[in-house]
Nanobody
Framework: QVQLVESGGGLVQAGGSLRLSCAAS????????MGWYRQAPGRQRELVAT???????NYAESVKGRFTISRDNAKNTVYLQMNDLKPEDTALYYC?????????WGQGTQVTVSS
């Protein structure tokens, strides 16, 4: 069974940094298209960054130049390094993958950025 477990969220001041982790089990992330998403209160879930098994990473315009998605295949873990955080980055952050038509999501990790 595929499981994704996010961690690393917290409360940080504007301009600060956090690194989120997404530990996967039941699948090998090196062969998967992985994504980070976020959902703020009252807003729809939005794509933040993606990393394919082969090819280039992709970012939402709002986070380009500040966030970096990466993975450690040996640890079967995907990361989201977030720098220069802004209050508008406050949200519940999820990682996700899709396998044979089924989407898998973690439980999310809360990021709160104070001004």
């Amino acid at each position: 069974q595929v499981q994704l477990v996010e961690s690393g969220g917290g409360l940080v001041q504007a301009g600060g940094s956090l690194r989120l982790s997404c530990a996967a089990s039941g699948t090998t992330i090196s062969t998967r298209f992985m994504g980070w998403y976020r959902q703020a209160p009252g807003r729809q879930r939005e794509l933040v960054a993606t990393i394919p098994s082969v090819g280039s990473t992709n970012y939402a315009e709002s986070v380009k130049g500040r966030f970096t998605i990466s993975r450690d295949n040996a640890k079967n873990t995907v990361y989201l390094q977030m720098n220069d955080l802004k209050p508008e980055d406050t949200a519940l952050y999820y990682c996700s993958t899709r396998i044979r038509g089924t989407s898998y999501w973690g439980q999310g990790t809360q990021v709160t950025v104070s001004s």
